[in-house]
Nanobody, 125 residues
Framework: EVQLQASGGGLVQAGGSLRLSCAASGFTFDDYSIGWFRQAPGKEREGVSC???????YYADSVGGRFTMSRDNAKNTAYLQMDSLKPEDTAVYYC???????????????????WGKGTLVTVSS
């Protein structure tokens, strides 16, 4: 059974940091790109960042320079380090997996194969 479990959300003040984790099971982790998405109240879901199996990363313009994604293939876990958080980063964050491990671009957010449940991030002003 495929599982993606996002964790690490919470309440933080603007300018603070959080680290989200995405623990995966049920598939060959190294062969998959892992993406983070978020959905704020009343808004569409958007792709935030992604890391491929070879470690290539892509970030949306809205988070570039503030968010850093990494992965530990030995632990089947991907991470999203979020620094300099802003109130507009408030959203439910989801991780997802796509069967692709090469270089990535913004197209990687389309066609995710597996999705996990979200974790809520709230940034207070």
């Amino acid at each position: 059974e495929v599982q993606l479990q996002a964790s690490g959300g919470g309440l933080v003040q603007a300018g603070g940091s959080l680290r989200l984790s995405c623990a995966a099971s049920g598939f060959t982790f190294d062969d998959y790109s892992i993406g983070w998405f978020r959905q704020a109240p009343g808004k569409e879901r958007e792709g935030v960042s992604c890391i491929s199996g070879i470690g290539d990363t892509y970030y949306a313009d809205s988070v570039g320079g503030r968010f850093t994604m990494s992965r530990d293939n030995a632990k089947n876990t991907a991470y999203l380090q979020m620094d300099s958080l802003k109130p507009e980063d408030t959203a439910v964050y989801y991780c997802a997996a796509r069967h692709y491990s090469g270089p990535i671009g913004d197209w990687i957010f389309d066609g995710m194969d597996y999705w996990g449940k979200g974790t809520l991030v709230t940034v207070s002003s």
